[in-house]
């Protein structure tokens, strides 16, 4: 490994903390180097502070390593990927931005903020140029770049190819995984042989969220798309992958077998980002798949697989939350800004 | 109880077999006298024969009753309710039709033919009128009706009130339990931790049954409703009941409030039928219902509860998918025959 | 109703609580007149205190009760039904018992009091005698009943009969609900499909509470059982009832069949109480019953079903936790003491 | 990769077949080169005969590859897995020995032949010894070498350290995965919010194969371990791994310190087998691990984890039953018997 930039993590200790430094290990161009979290969790070794999840070891490089205040002045890094609740992402964000630090944030505190690009690689990379403009407006030495609420994720780059077609109005009903929620997000007596057919704020951010994300950059600001989206969203017994029934109506009425193509000809370049799946779109020819069980690890996590495109046009897409959705969306945002020599 | 209309069960040790025994328990018309089921179990005690599954004992009155073939000479009954597979029933149920029994069918081998009823009582209870032409047609001395399929029934009670804004398009996800589909139906490997994006013939049903249930029955003929559906059918990790996310597209342009009258304002009266629910559709205020496993009983499993009602029209709906949605169904049709001095 | 005792529910909101509420809808002779939970709930009606999730409506008369604090100066009642977290009953109860109450706990706080009866009706309702014991030392006017923990109460009732054959030691190795451990108690995340071999404090309560049960009262003192017991507690995706593999060791070596006679044989006489199961022990001939989903409703969630006796002597148990394990538990108790004249 | 041994699949569709041909993709000793399975796939290519449900993609090198029948004449493979249906196993399995195939086999038809070894190579390598025996008595050019059943894989490694304490009884407890009945062997309505406390045959397995195993191999002929086993076997809702609670009596009644001392000393030494795990038990300190969702991987799936290790002596032990339990079992005897220079 040649490059060696700094990376922290900002809320290390919960359920997307702990993608993060998954998503970390073995990456060729981050090296882990500070882990911040609560003043519960500050200053015991991350194996203690951690209530370890997934189903893989914690790496050896960060069981012994000092858990540190979430503080600018605590942490070591070029980069921060931030994992912390929205209400306090508000104002600890915007404090490491100012203090010269990278933050690519899971967060959804900036999302909306005008002059901070909200970004799917595949999807926007050039709304990056915005970083500029938040530069100047703000006076920072360093800079906020957001990526999308998970079930926004998992359906904004099928959308992007359909675009083509004069994309109109979306309908979506989604049926999300408890990890979705964090650790202690979804009790077992809510969820066991249940569906909760509501999910605080999702609606809301997956009608306006691409619409900065499929909107045009002019060089100093984000003109929104016009597309009329409508969203449903539930909870499932199901421990990761996002799986969304989506109808998408289109001005050029393509047929099925046009938007299969459309999405089979989907190939961003995006230069061979390290954590970049093979393949953004997976399409599945079987009359059941996507199934989350079985296709959430597709593209180590990182692919959307969608099937049965039908008349309507209908289709249904799905991904993994917690890594395509939320860790895997800040870190491959942050190899992309390496790539563009922002970082 | 002064009225005893003997009832026989054909398919009676499957799932739905397995609930129209319950329905019938204690019915204060309907007393079963015959239980039919397939070479295999013909000839056992019924006690026997069924692997039980239901969280109730088997009533004491079916334990020991001995089953017969499927044979309208083997079947003591006025009424015979079928809980077939649709390829059997499809010469089955017009034997017993023309041996003079009445026959409340839940398979789909007769739903869609011209001369048969598909109902749902608090829908559509004239078009049992279509008896008489099918008795005129076919020269039976008995007859067919049918209630839709168990999605199709959790939806319809919700658009009926709906019509009368000028529904024009309906998109519903759904979101199934695995009872559906039989005991046998769903593999555990299938379905654990994961959602299965597909249902075999689900979405045809759910797309055309409706028109045939909302339209006009003018003494001889049904005039189909001119409403355009949209249908992804979806399985999930639920034991029992159907949740489905619907968007209502209407001329007249409701308000979720205006919507939501019309719900609590649709309360058909079928004269005190025994199943009849006290309401037929539950409006919840809650954000985060109805849900499967806390509202599935409602009305004894006969209520469909909805909730969520917001611009667009969109709102959820949920029921219990073999009570209201199969067994239930067919009681509550064979009750309204009785009422209507049919039976 | 000719009776109508006040009873008053401790920690009503919760999941302990909520079923208490249903324990005592519509019940011959307690009436609920006082709700109680803590400083956040009190003062609003009930229906909007707690977060009601069974499958079955608030019952009308507790909706629109003002819940009040946990006092005995605010509570109107002749008993009340604990369903406090442990180290908080510890000095409420007291104080209630001090105050004239009769306290029936499913609260962990007394039960290893020297002067508290610790009892399961059907296996030592003479233990209530230490109810004159505990007033005396202590001055009490009122006094406290305790019932065991869920899993004991599953287990115990199996081990009564088979006190008659010399029990000399058990091994048990539960599979427990979700409910055992409250709404929010085990997280989604970790338990869809997973198993968790560890329930705190769950197994010295499982090794020790059985002893006293099972022990003899000579009028002032309980002489415990000498069985060695040893548990292992596995939490399982169940949402309600305790499964439980038990070996029992006895000096006589019964055969699985006499063993399943004396279960049989178990029909304790305690004078037709309201919620006193028909049979205790419901004995299942299957080979693959008792489950939890088909089993847990017996007797009304009061029975506990065995099934697989054989050669060890092995079988396995299970019953509802949050009914006979819990709620039901105390209200059989309360009647108990009803019937004997101390309430 | 310098050697190459071609390698066959009897039963290669289903759930075993196919995590046989997981664990052969890139292995660096065994090529597949003929897949067989039933009349009905014969002829097909594997990628259409079989419903492929693993987590990853049908390998490319076999997706393409035409299924040929379970015939030794048109199976091109020096040593064959079976993940054949036991009654299936008894002729087919002879047949291949007798024309030349080295079998090893994941079936349980001949586990109790005299001559046939079963083997997990951590606990009795030696055993494979009769091989020469069973040669001679049946005049095969080949052998068949078995592995035992999947809960009996998990638990006789924890076992085998702990005959120096003079192992006399166990008694065990099973939470056993759906993955073990096969892909349709356990129905959803079956185990959705359920236990099933009885899997036919499993608890005889239990109780007779660890004795084989922990038995004496003289040369000619094995004499069993004289432990009293008593199993209790439940099915919960876990898609993949064993867990197992375990009482293991022994005559110097060491400390849980001496038992976790003796667990971890437990290395036997393979030589480097590809699919060795580099512990063969995992030792966990925490309270509640393992569990199977977190811990069943370890090892690439092929480890043994235990925990709780406590007075009685207690303990729970957890692996991967289709991997450790059965493809995986197969492939390392398969492995040893290459480094033993039998194949």
Redesign the interface.
């Known amino acids: 490994m040649s490059e060696s930039i700094k990376a922290g993590v900002l809320g290390a200790t919960g359920?997307v903390g702990q993608r993060f430094i998954q998503a970390l290990e073995n990456h060729p161009w981050f090296e882990v180097t500070s882990l911040a979290a609560s003043e519960r969790s500050a200053g015991k070794t991350y194996g203690k502070a951690a209530n370890w999840?997934?189903?893989?070891?914690i790496p050896d490089n960060v069981r012994d390593m000092e858990v540190v205040p979430v503080d600018p002045k605590k942490v070591d890094a070029d980069v921060v990927f931030s994992a912390l609740p929205s209400d306090y992402a508000k104002t600890v964000e915007a404090e490491f931005a100012k203090e010269g630090f990278a933050v690519a944030s899971n967060a959804s505190a900036f999302r909306t903020a005008e002059d901070v690009p909200l970004v799917v690689p595949e999807v926007n990379a050039d709304h990056l140029g915005l970083i500029d403009v938040q530069q100047d407006n703000r006076g920072w030495d360093g800079y906020i770049v957001t990526n999308p609420n998970c079930s926004t994720i998992i359906m904004v780059p099928t959308l992007k190819p359909l675009m083509q077609f004069g994309l109109e109005a979306v309908?979506v009903?989604t049926?999300q995984a408890?990890?979705g929620a964090g650790?202690?997000?979804?009790?077992?007596?809510?969820?066991?042989?249940?569906?909760?057919?509501?999910i605080?704020g999702e609606e809301e951010k997956m009608e306006t969220e691409p619409l900065k994300l499929l909107g045009e950059f002019d060089g100093s600001e984000i003109t929104f798309a016009d597309i009329d989206i409508?969203a449903?969203c539930?909870r499932?017994?199901?421990?990761d992958?996002h799986?969304e029934?989506i109808?998408a109506k289109m001005a050029d009425k393509p047929s099925p077998e046009q938007v299969k193509e459309a999405f089979l000809n989907f190939k961003p370049d995006l230069g061979d980002l390290p954590t970049e799946p093979e393949e953004v779109i997976i399409v599945r020819e079987e009359?059941?798949?996507?199934?989350?069980?079985?296709d959430?690890?597709?593209g180590n996590g990182m692919s959307v697989s969608v099937?049965?495109i039908r008349e309507?046009i209908?289709y249904?897409a799905?991904g993994h939350n917690t890594i395509r959705g939320a860790a895997g969306a800040s870190v491959l945002n942050a190899e992309l800004l390496h790539k563009m020599g922002k970082l």
């Not at 009359?287 to 079985?294: I, T, W």
């Open positions: 359920a999840r997934l189903e893989s070891n309908q009903a049926m408890v990890s650790y202690n997000g979804v009790s077992s007596m809510a969820i066991l042989d249940n569906i909760v057919p509501y605080g409508s449903s539930n499932v017994p199901v421990m992958g799986t029934s109808w009359a059941d798949r996507p199934q989350p069980r079985l959430r690890n597709m099937g049965r309507g209908r249904t799905m």
